[in-house]
């Protein structure tokens, strides 16, 4: 059988409950911010200013987010 993270029982693969996906833009420069938010900004995939990635939502990546909620802009999507 199958198993998706974050589903409540066994789907087959395209079927069952989809994960919920958040896209994170970086909106801002890691210069001048301190080493732990840059470092939170690569762990993320985010490399410059305009980097879009496309993380599931998951608490770890919330977060991360929380981390640097000045640097970056987050919109859910389907």
Not at 39 to 62: A, F, H, N, Q, W
Request: proline share 6%; net charge positive.
């Amino acid at each position: 059988m199958w198993h998706r993270p974050g589903c409540s029982g066994r789907a087959p693969p395209g079927r069952g409950c989809e994960v919920a996906r958040l896209k994170v833009t970086q909106i801002r420069s890691g210069i001048g911010a301190k080493q732990n938010q840059r470092e939170t900004l690569r762990s993320l995939g985010l490399k410059r200013i305009r980097d879009v990635v496309v993380k599931e939502d998951r608490p770890e990546i919330r977060g991360m987010i929380k981390t640097v909620p000045h640097l970056v802009s987050v919109e859910e999507v389907e």
